[in-house]
């Protein structure tokens, strides 16, 4: 079975609209990490936003936001006022396990879904 | 706004051959590790490293690869005789706290 899903290969939307892009996770455990990556078409991922499973309040992190639904294992992200560079590959990814250090962080390798590719239309 | 830096940013390699990828991390993060990316296809993972030694290894990471810290700046990958299947993007990314921050990756090609 897939941990994570992203069931929107493609996603287009009109720039200054809202769009937001599914992930669905599955895990057993009770603690972990979801996080969301940002691909341009120049090849690098950028860390874009992070939702710790006991985390009550959904993140934010400027235009983005994380609709995080437990019960539901979905972990979609919501990008408001879409600009032209926001056009890339979205990927959604999973820490199982959040394995806790000393500092009070937490590590372990991510999992990740297939990717969106979201464009942004002038 | 401190980054991982990794090099070469592209290579291309002869079947058989050794490369060596490196990275470096950034300076207070304890945890690396490595993923790669066949075009088109998601990102995998290959290792993780902590406190110079490999804490977790995925069914990818053969005998053909290795890590290590030889200078305890650099973190390298090295696969010791590249097949044409290696070809791909590998992503070196180190974490402090919780965020696991990406380098801008290493394109490899095998022909």
């Known amino acids: 079975a897939q941990k994570i899903t992203q069931t929107q290969p493609g996603m287009f939307v009109q720039e200054k609209e809202a769009v937001t892009l599914d992930c669905t996770y599955d895990?057993?455990?009770?603690?972990?990490?979801l996080f969301w990556y940002k691909q341009p078409s120049s090849g690098e991922m950028i860390f874009l936003i992070y939702?710790?499973?006991?985390?009550?309040q959904n993140a934010t992190e400027g235009r983005y936001s994380l609709n995080f639904q437990k019960a539901r294992k979905s972990a979609n992200l919501v990008i408001s006022a879409s600009q032209l560079g926001d056009s890339a590959m979205y990927f959604c990814?999973?820490?199982?396990?959040?394995?806790?250090?000393?500092?009070?962080?937490?590590?372990?390798?991510?999992?990740f879904g297939k990717g969106t590719k979201l464009s942004v239309k002038p | 706004e401190p980054e991982v830096t990794q090099t070469p940013s592209h290579q291309v390699t002869q079947m058989g051959q050794e490369v060596i990828l490196r990275c470096v991390p950034i300076s207070n993060h304890l945890y690396f590790y490595w993923y790669r990316q066949i075009l088109g296809q998601k990102v995998e993972f290959l290792v993780s490293?902590?406190?110079?030694?490999?804490?977790?290894k995925s069914e990818i990471f053969d005998d053909q690869f290795s890590v290590e810290r030889p200078d305890g700046s650099n973190f390298t990958l090295k696969i010791r005789s590249t097949k044409l299947e290696d070809s791909a993007m590998y992503f070196c990314a180190t974490q402090g706290n919780t965020e696991a921050f990406f380098g801008q990756g290493t394109r490899l090609t095998v022909v």
């Open positions: 939702q710790g499973s006991y985390d009550e």
């Open positions: 490293f902590y406190n110079n030694e490999i804490s977790e």
């Open positions: 990814a999973m820490r199982e396990g959040n394995r806790q250090v000393n500092y009070g962080g937490s590590q372990g390798n991510l999992i």
């Open positions: 895990t057993s455990d009770q603690s972990y990490g």
